[in-house]
């Protein structure tokens, strides 16, 4: 393959990116005194780290470090076709090539392709008796499942994952684990259960030391004590993630908890203070071209303008949160994008519009199986209703979402609803 690499390096780069990707590709080997058409292997680690850097002002961050990890790609696949059988330590070689390709995979959302060589490593790595890399391969899966919202099968692979991790006494792995299994349950609304693996995932990640898996640990108890009602822990534990997050300069996470701090103010209905800290994620997310948290940003911040009854600048946020997670394909936020909207055009007074946003919303949720959200759903339908004058459907909608914020604990909301039901 390595008189190809050049010609798959270029077919790459057109697929993905026209004439940016060949024009930026032929820049930063000229800086390097590389001619693009005789690219080798060896030239591919320093070319993707390159590409990232130079391509992220103008598609992205999540775009161009795909960009990046597709080309290590194409160097790993070059050395796996130049693997032979007869070769020292042939299977070991091919694990660890398999297990590089999937994680590269996985890193980019690449799924199927992800699945197909963690298959691989599982097999290889059961053979091989190598159960860090088993439990590590385990737990990605676990990972691959929650993106498609196939929860008893996440469940099942954190959980092997977390055995694994134990009998190699591996605190770092049972961390992982055990907050996946957690994520999972804030995920279908089962709290306390969410709490008792995240605890224990805690316990883990102090012992290991790693301040990523500390300061995701602390993120996600965050978003079970919010949506439990309990804001102020929710504020404590955002807050203590964000210091982790510093500590290692992730910026990425730094944004969502800057985002969830501002989700929590605006839960709160303390829009201005919401908004100061939607500005501190978007500040960061600019930066850096993260789209991910421009598009939780601007929806985060069409919901305080509706909140502060400004619908008519909510709906340019809006528009343009939809198009950025479009572009990545965020299912949760393209959901949530649809749920505002609906809220905007209520204000607005544009009822059947309002009406089309939530239905629109409504099939996402039921595709992602989220109980809580499905309620906040319920809950500002039932508000639509009651401001059409349909009594008898407002009050249909608001118990719908009484029974699921009553079901899961969600006292914060249960509260809002009850009032709400009790004034129809």
Partial sequence: MDSNIGLEVRRLLTKELGNLGIKTLNEQCDELGIKPELLKPNDLALISSRMARALRSHVGDEKAQKVGKDIQKIKLLSELGALGRNDPGYERRLLDIHSRIASLCYSANDWDEAFEHYEKVRRLCKKLGDDLKLGEAYNAIGYIHVSRSDWDEALKYFELSHELAVKINRPLGMAEAQRGLGYVNWRISKYEKALEYLSQAMEFANTSEDSRTQGLVNLEMGLVYNEMGELSKGLEYFTASLGYFQEINDYEQMARAYNNIGDTHMTKKEWEKALEYLDFCMEIAEKYNIIKFKGWCKMNKSECLSGLNRP?????????????????????????????????????????????????SEKINDMLKSPFNSALLYLDWGYLYRDMGKKADAKKMITKATDIFRDVDASHWLEQAENALSKI
């Fill in 312 to 360: 008519d600048e909510a709906i340019p946020e809006l528009e343009q949160a939809l198009e950025l997670f479009e572009s990545i394909e965020d299912v949760m936020g393209i959901c949530y994008v649809y749920r505002n909207f609906g809220l905007a055009n209520r204000l607005l007074k544009n009822y059947d519009l309002a009406l089309e946003y939530f239905e629109k």
